[in-house]
């Protein structure tokens, strides 16, 4: 049992966690609409926050927190921490990349397969009144090259299931070499991040998997966008930030690219709908890990990863 250890919660995550924290003794206090001002009056009572993407943890409110021990946040995205200043003050910042691949990875292929049969323009079309059957024609994943920036364990496993429908793959390799086991068994090319407008040239497709950095903030801007394919696809199930939405709108609006599937935005939930309104443009409110099994996996996982924490210490 772990005495007197309180746990802030400042988003929701599934109740299973919680009460697994509540079982072995931490106080867990539970207030998911939580905003700045209250934060920073609360948070020097705790020594666990558990924060998702809505709630920032800066620098501000992670010195506000005399007690702070860890910041455990459910899900993967450590872009809302403040990363450095945790180091500095000894806080131990903890994540659950490997609760939600499934789910991201599944959503990432439900997206292309969206833009590929125009889904949603049928939908929405039918539900109008309009049977536009001979507009719709769509083009198959078989025979097609997907480029999968960021080979993490997201983007292995969208590569896997997009080679069981036959799509050719293309990858690219930042520090550690994938596993060679599974670039040869989807016949994967790999190209270091360093060349990816070779990727950008070649592909179809191109699906985004990288966390957001400094480094990687409009990864893809109006130089890659002119370095992919006329009349290519952009799927982004990953951060936000990694677009520059005025450069993809542009490439949009010329033809440049055919369609656009998202899930993230630079600006959450978004104001300027002008890219979201786009006809070629499949949108979804962040609902990448939204799901049952992943939502509980990353509740039990995390608090799991507390509980080491908290013995550690």
Not at 40 to 52: A, F, G, N
Not at 80 to 104: C, F, H, M, W, Y
Not at 166 to 182: D, F, Q, S, V
Request: hydrophobic share 45%; aromatic share 2%.
């Amino acid at each position: 049992m772990v005495d007197a250890v309180r746990v802030l919660v400042c988003d929701p995550i599934h109740p299973e966690g919680l009460e697994a924290l509540r079982s072995a003794g931490l106080i867990v206090d539970e207030r998911t609409k939580i905003e700045r001002d209250e934060l920073l009056k609360l948070i020097p009572d705790y020594e666990v926050i558990i924060v998702r993407s809505r709630t920032r943890v800066d620098s501000t409110v992670l010195r506000a927190g005399s007690r702070l021990k860890v910041v455990a946040r459910a899900g993967i995205g450590l872009d809302n921490i403040d990363l450095q200043t945790a180091r500095e003050l000894g806080i131990k910042v903890l994540n659950t990349p490997e609760a939600s691949t499934e789910a991201a990875a599944e959503n990432t292929i439900a997206l292309l397969l969206a833009l590929a049969r125009q889904i949603p323009r049928a939908d929405r079309a039918m539900k109008e009144g309009r049977w536009i059957k001979r507009e719709l024609v769509g083009w198959e994943l078989k025979g097609k090259t997907l480029g999968i920036i960021g080979f993490g364990r997201i983007g292995r496993r969208v590569a896997e299931i997009a080679h069981a429908f036959g799509m050719k793959i293309m990858a690219t390799k930042h520090i550690r070499e994938p596993p060679k086991e599974l670039v040869e068994r989807v016949g994967a090319k790999i190209v270091p991040i360093g060349r990816v407008e070779e990727l950008l040239a070649e592909v179809d497709v191109v699906s985004l998997h990288m966390p957001l950095t400094p480094e990687t903030h409009h990864f893809m801007n109006r130089e890659r966008f002119n370095a992919m394919r006329d009349g290519s696809y952009l799927i982004n199930t990953s951060r936000g930030g990694l677009v520059d939405e005025e450069a993809l709108l542009e490439a949009l609006k010329s033809g440049k690219l055919a369609g656009a599937a998202l899930d993230v935005y630079e600006e959450e939930p978004p104001k300027n709908l002008e890219l979201i309104r786009m006809p070629n443009v499949i949108c979804t409110p962040h609902i990448s890990a939204q799901t049952r099994e992943a939502q509980r996996r990353i509740s039990i996982t995390l608090a799991q990863k507390i509980l080491d924490a908290i013995h550690e210490h």
